[in-house]
Nanobody, 124 residues
Framework: QVQLVESGGGLVQAGGSLRLSCAAS????????MGWFRRAPGKEREFVAT???????SYADSVKGRFTISRDNAKNTVYLQMNSLKPEDTAVYYC??????????????????WGQGTQVTVSS
């Protein structure tokens, strides 16, 4: 069983930065693919970024060049550094773990553990 707890969300002006953290329980965290997803009001959940066991990364086109996903296996934590934030980045951000894969995965259906979400609001 894996429990994920996100933190770091908040209100920021357009152009600003935030860093989200996701603390994971479980001894096998380092072997899982991890991902960040988001759901904006009235929209479907969408992929944001993913990182493999080997620290390979992949990003949605909408955040590429602005967001950076990283992981610290010693701390059982995944991060999402978000720079140059835009109002359209406003959403609830969710951390997720894919215990069935070591590699990057952008399909939410493959993730079997999810955090409770953290709100990010970007004002214009």
């Amino acid at each position: 069983q894996v429990q994920l707890v996100e933190s770091g969300g908040g209100l920021v002006q357009a152009g600003g930065s935030l860093r989200l953290s996701c603390a994971a329980s479980g001894r096998t965290f380092s072997s899982y693919a991890m991902g960040w997803f988001r759901r904006a009001p009235g929209k479907e959940r969408e992929f944001v970024a993913t990182i493999s066991r080997y620290k390979d990364t992949s990003y949605a086109d909408s955040v590429k060049g602005r967001f950076t996903i990283s992981r610290d296996n010693a701390k059982n934590t995944v991060y999402l550094q978000m720079n140059s934030l835009k109002p359209e980045d406003t959403a609830v951000y969710y951390c997720a773990a894919n215990s069935g894969s070591e590699y990057t995965r952008s399909d939410a259906r493959g993730y079997n553990y999810w955090g409770q979400g953290t709100q990010v609001t970007v004002s214009s």
